[in-house]
């Protein structure tokens, strides 16, 4: 998955230089939460922290620190007033870390711990003449000495969306510190089919937080490129993609076969631990479904657990773009609602 680690780190292995801005504390009515990030070299940007005034400002802070050769990281305080051309009236705290080549140390031990898809973190010291930023993995017993870094960072990684703390005069490192957490994303994604739909999700998708395994039989179908959260899979067992799911994985069967559908739609209720099997259709096709389900010995409360059609309501239109929209719309209200959380359909299931 293209991290923004990944981003950071190709700018500067060709020889840029960066500015990483961090949303390190939002209070009131903000544009983005704490822990969201954009990188800012002299050319580009990366990512968001929220947009209008307060980027255009916080970009050009980026590149005043790039033109004036900065080293160390700095706290910027923005009132999202007047005074900066916005409305919501909250107050941002950004941290700016110029980052080159001498920070390929912390760097190249973000990429291995982003590499496993697992939860880690950074804390970054905000005062003084040299950077120092310290990377931890998900279990930060094992590298954080000081009590109160130590609690922090286990509340943060225990989240569900990359957030950051600001830590007032650690004792530990005599000094203000961000401590600054990346997350997987929650959601989980097996997309069966590659047809009009499967690949106007497949579009949405890697605009979003979420990693994606796509699937289908049929090679041609899928496009030559791909966003970098979706990985293709081409084979003749979609069924084996079933089983090899992580728990709690939002399926969605969208292929072009109701036989390969039933079957895929089987192999999931089997599964009970998903927090979503979805799938394209309409009533009759739901019905029909049903009906087979049942003559197979499937319960009432497991048949419950088929969601078809899929799709938020309300959406006019059979485009495969509407309808794309739709299954994308219902997919990220699932954030926050992990099967593990909901006894009463884990029981469903047994």
């Known amino acids: 998955m293209n991290t923004w680690v990944e981003q950071l780190a190709r700018l500067i292995d060709a020889g840029e230089r960066a500015v990483l801005v961090t949303v390190a504390a939002a209070r009131g009515s903000t544009p983005r939460a704490a822990g969201a990030r954009m990188i800012v070299s002299a050319t580009t940007c990366h990512g968001t922290i929220g947009g209008g005034q307060l980027e255009l400002r916080a970009i050009a802070v980026a590149r005043q620190l790039l033109a004036d050769g900065a080293r160390s990281p700095s706290l910027v305080r923005f009132p999202l007033g007047a005074s900066v051309g916005q409305c919501c009236g909250g107050v941002m705290q950004l941290a700016f870390e110029p980052v080159g ?113 796509w699937v289908d039989p049929r090679e041609d179908e899928f496009p030559a490129v791909v966003a970098p959260n979706i990985e293709v899979r081409c084979t003749d067992v979609p069924e084996a993609e079933v089983r090899a799911a992580p728990a709690d994985a939002v399926f969605l069967v969208l292929t072009h076969s109701h036989a390969l559908d039933f079957d895929l739609v089987r192999a999931i209720l089997d599964r009970g631990d998903f927090r979503c099997c979805g799938l394209i259709g309409s009533q009759s096709k739901r019905a029909s479904f049903e009906q087979r389900l049942r003559a197979r010995g499937y319960g009432e409360q497991a048949i419950a657990r088929l969601n078809c059609p899929i799709g938020t309501p309300g959406l006019g239109g059979k485009e495969p773009e509407v309808i794309a929209v739709a299954i994308a719309a219902e997919v990220l209200q699932l954030r926050g609602a992990s099967f593990a959380a909901r006894p009463a359909l884990r029981d469903c299931a047994a």
Request: aromatic share 6%; with cysteine.
């Open 101 to 213: 080549a001498g920070q390929c140390d912390w760097l190249a031990a973000a990429r291995a711990y982003a590499a496993t898809a697992r939860p880690w973190g950074r804390i970054v010291d905000l005062t003084g003449d040299r950077p120092a930023v310290h990377v931890f993995g998900e279990h930060p017993e094992a590298e954080l000495a000081d009590a109160r870094e130590l609690e922090r960072a286990r509340s943060l990684l225990a989240g569900r969306a990359d957030d950051a703390a600001l830590l007032a005069s650690m004792p530990a490192r005599g000094a203000d510190a961000l401590l600054d957490v990346s997350l997987p994303p929650e959601l989980q994604v097996i997309l069966f089919g590659a047809g009009h739909v499967g690949r106007a999700l497949a579009e949405l998708f890697g605009r979003l937080p979420m990693q994606v395994r």
